[in-house]
C-alpha cells in the first residue's frame, strides 16, 4: 500500500465549477497536511496546510481532513483554466520531519 | 525576501560520475529537504538537514550524500550516477526546526540528465 494514494487522473471540469481532489494515507500518526500545486515545467508551491478534522478555507480553496478515515481533500471553488495543474497531496509521517508527497492529480479546467 | 535557489539549473552527467548540487535556503528558513522527482510522479523524500546534521533520510542508497553549512545552505551529492538518477532534484526550505512543519518552500530544481 503506497504511504500517499492519489486518483492520477486527468481530472476534468469546466470553468466556474467545482474541483474535488482526494488523497488517502496510510500513517495514523501523520500531523500535517498539504496540499501544493506543480504546473508542468515548475516546483512545486504551497496552496494550504491543515491540521485539525474539519475544513479550512482559503479564499476558492477549501482543505478538508478526516483522520479517522485517513482521507484529505481539496475543493477548488469557481475553476479556472489556470488552475489546471498537477496538485499534490502530502502528508508529514508521524516523526514530524519528513513530508510523504502522493503521485498528483492532474486537473483541466475547460474554457 | 529571496526565495529558494538551486543551482545548478540543468546537468548532464555520464554514467559513474559523481555530482554536486546546491541548494540555498529562504530568509528565515533553517531546515533544507532534498527530494527526487521522476516524470510523472510525486517527489521522492531524499533526505533532511537541521543543524548542519541530517536528521531523516529516506529510501536512498549511500550514493546519495549531503551537507549542510552553517549558514543553512546546503550541497546533495551524488556517487557512481546511474541512468535511474535522472529526475528533478528539488530543494525545499522551511523553518520548522524542532516545531511543528508548516509547509516548504521548493526551489526552482535541478534537472538531472543521466547519460
Known amino acids: 500500500q503506497k504511504e500517499v494514494e492519489q486518483n492520477s487522473g486527468p481530472l476534468s471540469v469546466p470553468e466556474g465549477a467545482i474541483a474535488s481532489l482526494n488523497c488517502t494515507y496510510s500513517?495514523?500518526?501523520?500531523?500535517?497536511f498539504f496540499w501544493y500545486r506543480q504546473y508542468s515545467g515548475k516546483s512545486p508551491e504551497l496552496i494550504m496546510f491543515i491540521y485539525s478534522n474539519g475544513d479550512k478555507e482559503d479564499g476558492r480553496f477549501t482543505a478538508q481532513l478526516n483522520k479517522a478515515s485517513q482521507y484529505v481533500s481539496l475543493l477548488i471553488r469557481d475553476s479556472q483554466p489556470s488552475d489546471s495543474a498537477t496538485y499534490l497531496c502530502a502528508v508529514s509521517d508521524t516523526g514530524g520531519f519528513k513530508t510523504i508527497f502522493g503521485a498528483g492529480t492532474r486537473l483541466f479546467v475547460k474554457a | 525576501d529571496a526565495g529558494v535557489t538551486q543551482s545548478p539549473t540543468h546537468l548532464i552527467k555520464t554514467r559513474g560520475q559523481q555530482v554536486t548540487l546546491r541548494c540555498s535556503p529562504k530568509s528565515g528558513h533553517d531546515t533544507v529537504s532534498w527530494y527526487q522527482q521522476a516524470l510523472g510522479q510525486g517527489p521522492q523524500f531524499i533526505f533532511q538537514?537541521?543543524?548542519?546534521?541530517?536528521?531523516q533520510r529516506g529510501n536512498f542508497p549511500d550514493r546519495f550524500s549531503g551537507h549542510q553549512f552553517p549558514n543553512y545552505s546546503s550541497e546533495l551529492n551524488v556517487n557512481a550516477l546511474l541512468l535511474g538518477d535522472s529526475a528533478l532534484y528539488l530543494c525545499?526550505?522551511?523553518?520548522?526546526?524542532?516545531?511543528?512543519?508548516?509547509?516548504?518552500?521548493f526551489g526552482s530544481g535541478t534537472r538531472l540528465t543521466v547519460v
Open positions: 500513517d495514523r500518526g501523520s500531523q500535517s
Open positions: 538537514y537541521y543543524e548542519e546534521e541530517e536528521r
Open positions: 525545499a526550505s522551511s523553518s520548522d526546526g524542532g516545531g511543528p512543519n508548516y509547509g516548504y518552500t
